[in-house]
């Protein structure tokens, strides 16, 4: 099984910054790829940004430039530097794990809330 822990959440001001971290342990698999979600009030869970073993990064166009993913393999730990918040990026915040073949499987944190006062 697969254990994420989230940190990093809080209240911050628009343009302020925050750094969220999450640590995986158990058996997270050969390879996998790590990334961020968000779900706001009213919406649908969207994804913020995927990164994998190798260091490749996607963004959504709605924080691209200013949120930055990156990952640590040695501690199986992914973070999310988040700059520039503004009151729309206001959400709940997943960590995901996916394990890649032949393992396979998609695991999920508990969520961390962000809260950006205009």
């Known amino acids: 099984q697969v254990q994420l822990v989230e940190s990093g959440g809080g209240l911050v001001q628009a343009g302020g910054s925050l750094r969220l971290s999450c640590a995986a342990s158990?058996?997270?698999?050969?390879?996998?790829?790590m990334g961020w979600y968000r779900q706001a009030p009213g919406s649908q869970r969207e994804l913020v940004a995927t990164?994998?073993?190798?260091?490749?990064?996607n963004y959504a166009d709605s924080v691209k430039g200013r949120f930055t993913i990156s990952r640590d393999n040695a501690k199986d730990t992914v973070y999310l530097q988040m700059s520039s918040l503004k009151p729309e990026d206001t959400a709940v915040y997943y960590c995901?794990?996916?394990?890649?073949?032949?393992?396979?499987?998609?695991?999920w944190g508990q969520g961390t809330q962000v809260t950006v006062s205009a």
């Open positions: 990164i994998t073993f190798g260091g490749t990064s």
């Open positions: 158990g058996s997270t698999g050969s390879k996998n790829t």
């Open positions: 995901n794990l996916h394990k890649m073949w032949p393992e396979g499987g998609d695991y």
